[in-house]
């Protein structure tokens, strides 16, 4: 059984930066094989949206209008994947989603075989 959690979310004030963990436990997340790892996030009364994926242990690919402010990156040995986030809008706010082990485009939900159970992040402005 392959489980993600997150943690690290939070109120933050506008221009603060934060960081989000996954934790991933399961078989599935061998350090000797890591599978590609990913952040979504979910703002009020929208779909779930691609922010970062993460392959190995730097092969990353993020969505375009992040513009550089959010990074993905992960310490294999510990199974855990990390979303830093800078320069945090009230836009920003949503839950944010930890995926994993996808089979196809990244960017699509249906893509991911296990997610977390999301962490809310509030930016106040």
């Not at 040995?77 to 082990?101: H, N, R, W």
Request: glycine share 10%; with cysteine; net charge negative.
């Amino acid at each position: 059984q392959v489980q993600l959690v997150e943690s690290g979310g939070g109120l933050v004030q506008a221009g603060d930066s934060l960081r989000l963990s996954c934790a991933a436990s399961g078989d599935a997340f061998s350090p000797v094989s890591p599978p590609v790892m990913g952040w979504f996030r979910q703002l009020p009364g929208k779909e779930r949206d691609f922010l970062a994926s993460i392959a190995g242990i730097d092969h990353t690919y993020y969505q375009d209008s992040l513009n550089g402010r959010f990074t993905i990156s992960r310490d294999a040995a510990k199974k855990l994947v990390f979303l830093q986030m800078t320069s945090l809008t009230p836009e920003d706010t949503a839950i944010y989603y930890c995926a994993g082990a996808p089979i196809g485009e990244h960017i699509r939900v249906a893509s991911w075989a296990y997610w977390g159970q999301g962490t809310q992040v509030t930016v106040s402005s």
